[in-house]
């Protein structure tokens, strides 16, 4: 041995046991912080594939611009593709029909197909003439057209006879209103439809290159050309997974991811501190011996600090390896489990960016962690330290323990946990945080509530209306789809608009709408005011949705007919209005028998529809077959699919989240009370030397330990709730206006994970106090 800092090695050997412990905690705060933004990593990367293959690769389009200001716009050396694109009757109300059937007419080149990966054919082949044209396959499904069949497009003064080339796969929004969609080439788009197309319909849509400020590019075109904002459309979704967004409301995710972030790694930095602080405090004794040796207490920092550092060595190794075979078997698992919704998800990739975080935080954290360990350890007086007298480093207390309220055990194990002043604050923090790091992500759980419609149980499958809004559709025809295998649930409602009703002397235009006992039950669950169970019969069941300028509210009174002495009482006010806009004027929610003596009208505005699991396309035909004239269909599943499938993905990530943070409060709290009875293993011998029993020595570490936890709950509701709130008011007030409550649930899942560890945290300590023999409990280091 050449130097001293040749110890090291030989110290990791004999304190192998004593150093376990941390390197183990290293471990686990490299593994899980890794882990967390290695699965967020992936998780973005899965939700930017799913944005391009459902919404495209493009950045940015730009409406209005002339065929010169085209050219200029593809010249600028930030954009790397640029596509031109034109459409007609994109709002189906423009005359433009196949078989009857509203289309949507689109035209473009070859270089938007690389913009677009869902426009690519499904068959055939891109259109070469001007009169061939890409449709969607639900022409193909609906009136049984093949490639190469010809098919007449009715417009507005002519009727054009077109050839089908290919066919490309449904969108959202064209099952949604039931519609058709055909795609030209540029030169057949522009020679059948270019006085037809408006100004804000002929668009460039651009991809700019990678690593540049897209928003700063956005603004100076915008400057460049003189565009107003209306005129400009960004690719919300994709730019929110490159963090490129300038949306409000994706400002305020960020702001809370990094937020949440901060505190994942802070987590992590707490229990690599306090480990490390107790087990450095267990071998003081091993230090001042150096110091008699002739080390220095620069010497002594040193070696303090390398030793950590060694640790990590193998702890970080393996943290961040079994992180990346963790994250591979948990994308593989997805994309085995759900293919259809986790398919975009990498199967063996790395998060380089998660690799570094996780190295970062083991090394830095315990660099920084063996600083104060390592000062105090240099400043021990070699004589006390070779005396066996070391006990902690801590200096000693003023105060004896109080018995006045306790017995002594009890007071004993208060008086060790609050001691030392820092050691408290560390084992307490060290608990707070694993309380406000769970508060802090329960609103995301909110915010998971309100963003996915199609989740809800009123969510419909099929949706046909009246194409006037008016009460035309036949109660027999939800019988009729009611008795078909594939359907589960059928629930209709009758609207009247605009209805007069007088309340507190003023005539009032409110929309009436009737609900079934389906919808009925629904509101109930959404009551933000009255009784669920009413005294009144469910038939009369009066309720009114809330809205800042709704003057009606709970137990208002309101009558149809001026003329009219008999009086209605508003039961109840609802949160929302869940199926469509009313245009902001207030809502009034009864019964079908009701309504029909309100209005004297009997009859649907919209029949929803709720499909069996095994419904199939060929059902949905046979139920569209059903209808009459003057009704419009639409088809919902595609859209709910893309919300379902961003549903799983984000709840994985948020309950995976709360489930972490939950193992880490475990683990977290049963090691902080292990270490700190291990650096108090002298005491305890003495004590049970001097006739402590085992029943009080189990008492006194409870004590300590409960000590510890109920400071913890302290500091971690008084800093937890307001940042809870804070987080509650960016992701869900923000956006939909509700309150903050306080989260009991959450309150009361997080405190009884706390407790729990706390009462496990006891055992193991115990137990080995208990099977200690006496004398080696004294002598232990």
Same mark, same amino acid.
């Given at each position: ?8 090695? +030989? ?19 490299? @593994? ?11 998780? #973005? ?44 009757? %994109? ?34 082949? %891109? ?6 044209? *890409? ?56 020679? @059948? ?60 995710? %960020? ?59 193998t702890a970080v190794f393996l943290g961040l390896t079994a992180s ?17 919704? @986790? ?12 690799? *570094?975080?996780?190295?970062? *935080? ?68 060290? @608990? ?40 035309? +559709? ?132 919209? #029949? ?39 549903? %799983? ?11 972490? +943070? ?93 407790l729990l560890s706390v009462l496990l945290s006891i055992l193991g ?12 409990? +004294?002598?232990?280091?």
């Open positions: 041995m050449k130097h001293y800092l040749d110890l090291i090695p +030989i110290s990791e050997k004999v304190h192998r046991r004593q150093s376990r412990m941390t390197r183990a905690c290293i471990f686990l705060a490299v @593994f899980l912080v890794t882990v967390i933004f290695s699965m967020a990593d992936m998780q #973005i990367r899965t939700e930017k594939n799913q944005a391009i293959q459902s919404d495209g690769k493009w950045h940015a389009c730009f409406a209005g611009l002339t065929e010169e200001e085209g050219q200029l716009l593809s010249a600028r050396p930030k954009i790397q593709e640029i596509s031109w694109y034109g459409v007609t009757n %994109y709002g189906l109300d423009m005359g433009y029909t196949v078989s009857g059937t509203q289309t949507v007419l689109c035209g473009f080149d070859k270089s938007f197909l690389e913009l677009f990966p869902v426009a690519k054919t499904t068959q055939g082949t %891109y259109p070469v003439k001007d009169n061939e044209v *890409i449709a969607t396959e639900s022409l193909k499904d609906q009136l049984g057209i093949q490639i190469g069949d010809t098919l007449s497009l009715k417009t507005p003064d002519r009727v054009l006879t077109l050839t089908v080339c290919g066919f490309t796969k449904n969108t959202s929004m064209l099952t949604k209103h039931d519609a058709f969609g055909l795609f030209f080439n540029t030169s057949g788009y522009q020679k @059948f439809f270019s006085e037809d197309t408006l100004a804000s319909d002929s668009v460039y849509y651009v991809q700019f290159t990678p690593y540049c400020n897209i928003q700063k590019e956005i603004s100076e075109i915008q400057t460049q050309f003189g565009l107003y904002e209306k005129q400009i459309t960004q690719n919300t979704k994709l730019l929110a997974m490159m963090f490129q967004s300038n949306d409000s409301y994706m400002l305020q995710l %960020y702001l809370t991811a990094a937020v949440l972030a901060f505190l994942v790694m802070v987590a992590g930095i707490l229990m690599i501190t306090s480990s490390l602080n107790s087990n450095i405090s267990q071998r003081i004794e091993f230090f001042g011996l150096m110091r008699c040796l002739g080390a220095t207490s620069k010497q002594i920092r040193r070696f303090v600090i390398r030793e950590a550092l060694c640790w990590c060595k990346i075979l963790v994250t591979w078997g948990l994308c593989a698992m997805l994309r085995f489990l759900s293919p259809g919704l @986790f398919l975009q998800m990498p199967a063996f990739s790395v998060s380089w960016a998660s690799l *570094i975080l996780g190295l970062s *935080i083991g090394l830095i954290t315990v660099l920084l962690a063996a600083i104060s360990p390592a000062k105090k350890a240099s400043r021990v007086s070699p004589l006390t330290a070779v005396s066996g007298n070391t006990h902690a480093f801590a200096q000693p207390s003023n105060k004896s323990a109080s018995t006045r309220l306790f017995s002594v055990e009890i007071a004993l194990g208060i008086h060790h946990a609050a001691g030392s002043k820092k050691n408290l604050i560390l084992m307490a923090g060290s @608990f707070a945080f694993s309380i406000i790091l769970f508060l802090a992500f329960s609103p995301a759980v909110s915010f998971l509530n309100h963003a996915f419609n199609p989740l809800k149980p009123y969510a419909p499958d099929l949706t046909i209306s009246s194409d006037d809004s008016s009460l035309t +559709i036949s109660k027999n025809l939800a019988s009729q789809i009611a008795e078909h295998p594939a359907v589960k649930r059928v629930y209709g409602r009758s609207i009247s608009s605009n209805l007069t009703v007088r309340t507190k002397g003023k005539d009032l235009a409110v929309n009436l709408v009737s609900y079934e006992e389906h919808q009925l039950q629904w509101a109930k669950d959404a009551l933000l005011e009255g009784e669920t169970k009413q005294p009144k019969v469910e038939r009369s069941l009066i309720f009114t949705v809330y809205s800042q300028d709704n003057p009606l509210t709970l137990h208002s009174t309101f009558s149809v007919n001026a003329d009219s002495s008999k009086e209605f009482s508003v039961d109840g006010v609802v949160s929302s209005y869940p199926f469509h806009s009313m245009d902001g004027t207030p809502t009034i929610i009864c019964s079908e028998p009701l309504f029909l003596e309100l209005t004297g009208k009997n009859g649907y505005s919209v #029949i929803d529809v709720q499909l069996k699991k095994e419904a199939s396309d060929e059902d949905v035909q046979e139920l569209r077959t059903l209808l009459p004239e003057g009704v419009s269909f639409s088809d919902l599943r595609l859209s709910n699919q893309e919300t379902t499938g961003a549903f %799983y993905s984000c709840a994985l990530f948020i309950y995976g989240f709360l489930v972490v +943070i939950a193992l880490i409060s475990v683990f977290n709290i049963v090691n902080s009370i292990a270490l700190s009875v291990t650096s108090r293993i002298q005491q305890y011998g003495s004590m049970r030397a001097i006739g402590m029993s085992s029943r009080q020595l189990t008492k006194m570490v409870a004590a300590e330990a409960m000590t510890y936890g109920f400071c913890g709950i302290l500091a971690g509701c008084a800093a937890g709730l307001p940042l809870n709130r804070f987080l509650f008011q960016r992701l869900v007030s923000f956006r939909w206006g509700d309150a903050w409550t306080l989260p009991v649930f959450a309150l009361l899942v997080i405190l009884s994970v706390v300590p115990t137990r080995r106090i208990r099977n200690l023999v006496i004398v080696d409990t +004294i002598n232990d280091l």
